[in-house]
């Protein structure tokens, strides 16, 4: 059955009929649990949202916050706020397209935006003015055949420096991402640089408008070297090179003379500043028991902001590089990221939980407790939902198959228990934090318990922790680490055999195709991949050049060059071992984990005469993120797994 995404009421339709058969309860009481669930649902994404990998940026001079927010309008959308709180936040772009912040220009005045069509991630760049919101002035041209990494505007404006795999004479869509400087008068592009290999890397230019460094792959899939080129392109030199395989990360300074370190070692990140007049690097905090995540210094400031994780939650501090001292900011709950100092002790921050939408606040450094923080964007202002009606994010630990300590979060409903849903995250390189999840809490509302494993491959949890995928490769242990937590909820009691769906994004798809193929019903009874890999040579094939490396890093090497692995390791293989029901979401303009994963696992179903359900979004790329769109996911969704637990 293909529900259509775009008649919401046939949707809702086939909630209430689902409802009717699966619950013994009177019509009347279906019906008004179906309502309570859509203005439940709609009240629930009527809150702001912004994303916990999407940090705001403070403008060149201090006075701004910007941001990308969510769920205030059909698609995301930019803001800005004044550093000082001021006055309310400022709407700076307003269209159907999902748009997304990119860089400042260094007056302050004006900053670049991206939009592509429909998540096909083709981007097109914009200037937007301050004084002038809601006009985007385009800088690239539309819908490119190419795919564009940051863009940075030149402190005289004329130019913008961006990342593009295209090639300069003949136009065409390349595997390398060229480095390139895009006069903003005549259009011309001038490529400064071409890595030997594909890699995802986003140039960054200097506050000077002089030098810009980026990364490069060419020696092994597993690391990043950073390069650094000039702004005429005559002096393209590595600077950082710690290993082959050794990634390395790194963000300039705002007086655009130094550089911000991030070297991975065999244990973890350290922390380093490198000189450009003399090519000096100073390290400043090498600790194993560190998890750093993010280093950077803030404009008009002396301090290095650290962000690391412990425990899937955030943990920040401020280096003072003059004093070589350090300050632990504690005291609050949630997590808190500085951004930058507006006056003596008081600082901006962003400020999220599981029970509270990322806020921008202002803070005092030496007074840090969460009653003394005053909002810049009062998500709840016009809330139609109240932070009581959340539900918290519960740790849950438990040991996997090799006995490797594994951590997620639990969210547990109040009323009554329809069954568990296992939420897998993407990547494999992220983790859930304590963070508001909007499907997660509709779910949760629904009366179910939601499982969100942190499995070994996930950040978060120490460098080796996030190594350890790399061992087995995808389709490891890193799915013993989700079953045998799914286990020890049994075993606890939270969840009951027979009662327990699996479902996520991306790798999270991935995983969801993992469980329904190799886990027993009693593990997993229902599976709803959302864009998810089936069949790992097809994703290699099709997915964007740039992000091949990252499969040769995860699998040890090219479709060709381990190709049972690749084999053994696609959910397209085990079909036949399908016993629970199964709901298959895609966008079907993913160029990431493209459709042609859906079209190829489509003709090993039919053939294993295994059934299924189909939810295709004609308007999404990779992931679903327009707000109709969502409503639609998620009651269907809730939906899917009431009827398969009935």
């Excluded at 300590?405 to 639990?410: C, F, Q, Y």
């Excluded at 969210?411 to 329809?418: E, F, M, Q, T």
């Excluded at 998810?532 to 699998?555: A, H, N």
Aim: hydrophobic share 35%.
């Amino acid at each position: 059955m293909r529900i259509n995404e775009e008649n919401p009421d046939e949707l809702i339709e086939s909630q209430d009929k689902l409802l009717h058969s699966c619950m013994p309860m009177s019509e009347k009481e279906l019906v008004n649990k179906s309502m309570n669930a859509e203005i439940f649902l709609d009240a629930l994404l009527g809150l702001p949202v912004i994303d916990d990998e999407l940090w705001p940026q403070v403008s060149p001079d201090g006075r701004w916050v910007v941001w990308t927010w969510f769920q205030t309008g059909p698609a995301a959308d930019v803001f800005a706020v004044p550093s000082d709180g001021s006055s309310p936040p400022v709407r700076l772009t307003d269209t159907d397209q999902d748009t997304f912040f990119v860089s400042w220009t260094r007056n302050s005045q004006s900053i670049v935006v991206e939009q592509d069509q429909d998540g096909d991630e083709r981007v097109q760049l914009f200037r937007v003015d301050l004084n002038h919101p809601l006009v985007m002035h385009p800088l690239t041209e539309p819908h490119p055949n190419y795919y564009i990494q940051g863009g940075f505007v030149h402190p005289k404006n004329n130019w913008l420096v961006y990342g593009a795999n295209v090639h300069p004479r003949t136009g065409l869509e390349t595997e390398e991402t060229y480095i390139y400087r895009h006069d903003l008068t005549s259009r011309e592009r001038a490529a400064l640089a071409k890595p030997e290999k594909a890699a995802y890397t986003v140039p960054k230019l200097n506050s000077l408008g002089t030098h810009i460094l980026y990364g490069r792959k060419d020696l092994h899939p597993a690391g990043q070297q950073i390069w650094l080129v000039d702004i005429n392109g005559s002096d393209d030199r590595e600077i950082f090179n710690f290993g082959d395989s050794i990634k390395t990360y790194a963000d300039w300074h705002p007086d655009g003379s130094r550089v911000v370190l991030l070297a991975e070692t065999p244990t973890h990140y350290k922390v380093g500043i490198w000189e450009l007049g003399n090519s000096a690097v100073h390290w400043l905090v090498d600790d194993p028991a560190r998890d750093i995540q993010a280093a950077f210094v803030p404009e008009n400031s002396q301090d290095i902001v650290i962000v690391e994780d412990r425990q899937g939650r955030v943990s920040s501090s401020l280096f003072n590089i003059n004093q070589m001292t350090e300050i632990e900011m504690t005291g609050y709950e949630g997590n808190l990221i500085p951004l930058a100092p507006i006056t003596g002790e008081k600082w901006v921050g962003f400020y999220y939980s599981a029970r509270q939408p990322g806020d921008i606040v202002q803070f005092d450094r030496a007074d840090i407790f969460t009653s003394t923080f005053t909002s810049f964007t009062s998500p709840w202002k016009a809330a139609e939902i109240q932070q009581e009606q959340l539900a918290s994010a519960e740790d849950f630990n438990w040991q996997s198959s090799d006995g490797l300590e594994i951590h997620g979060w639990l969210y547990r409903p109040s009323g009554d228990l329809h069954g568990t849903i296992v939420y897998v995250h993407g990547g494999p390189n992220y983790h859930s934090r304590d963070y508001l999840n909007p499907e997660i809490q509709f779910l949760v509302s629904q009366g179910f318990n939601v499982f969100d494993p942190n499995y070994r491959g996930s950040t978060g949890y120490g460098l080796p922790f996030q190594q350890a995928i790399l061992e087995d490769g995808w389709g490891g242990r890193e799915q013993d680490d989700i079953r045998t937590g799914i286990e020890a909820l049994i075993h606890k009691g939270i969840a009951s055999p027979n009662r327990i769906g699996i479902t996520g994004t991306s790798y999270g798809g991935y995983s969801s195709w993992w469980a329904i193929t190799h886990f027993p019903p009693e593990i997993v009874a229902a599976a709803a991949p959302i864009c998810g890999m089936t069949d790992l040579v097809v994703d290699y094939e099709t997915t964007r050049p740039d992000l091949r490396p990252f499969s040769i890093e995860m699998m040890g090497g090219t479709p060709k060059q381990v190709p049972e692995l690749y084999r053994q390791r696609s959910p397209l293989n085990f079909v036949e071992n399908i016993k629970g029901k199964l709901l298959i979401v895609q966008g079907a303009n993913d160029p990431n984990v493209t459709p042609e994963n859906v079209t190829t696992v489509l003709g090993a179903l039919d053939r294993n005469k295994i059934s299924y359900e189909l939810l295709v979004f004609e308007d999404e790329g990779h992931g679903i993120h327009k707000l109709k769109n969502k409503r639609t996911l998620y009651l269907r969704l809730a939906a899917f797994f009431k009827e398969a637990f009935s």
